[in-house]
């Protein structure tokens, strides 16, 4: 049982590690070990997530989605299997959190129309400020 939130956690079958070679520097060693972690979740079928959930993890997982459903996150930012496993793991997590995360309703306002009133009077204010501005002075002066 992989915990998410309080109230949510995903099952350990329903997520697939494989181990596959990782590219960058590490010498010889890079060609011979499979260091690099390839998780692979079934976000569309899975039992633990609610539908709300499911979708905004859609939404959000973007290019790591298949077009079955499933979320592929490559993890080989660390030399070893274990570190890597983690880091996966760890990603699908907090990706999976912040789908869980529900946005607050914002409620749509308009301003008032003593706020309107301000603004306009502001407004002939500030213009007539800046025509005294360019007036030109007068040979009286």
Known sequence: MIPVTERLAIEDDEISI???????PGGQNVNKVSSA???RFDARHSPSLPER?????????GTKLTKEGVIVITANRFRTQEA?????????VEMIA???HQPKFRVPTKPSRA????????KV???SVKKLRSRRPSSED
């Open 98 to 100: 912040a789908a869980a």
């Open 18 to 24: 494989s181990f596959i070679r990782a590219g960058g």
């Open 37 to 39: 972690a390839q998780l």
């Open 125 to 127: 204010k500030r213009g």
């Open 115 to 122: 706020a309107k009133v301000k603004r306009v009077e502001e």
């Open 53 to 61: 959930v499911r979708e905004r993890l859609e939404r959000i997982a």
């Open 84 to 92: 890597n496993r983690r880091d996966a793991i760890d990603r699908l």
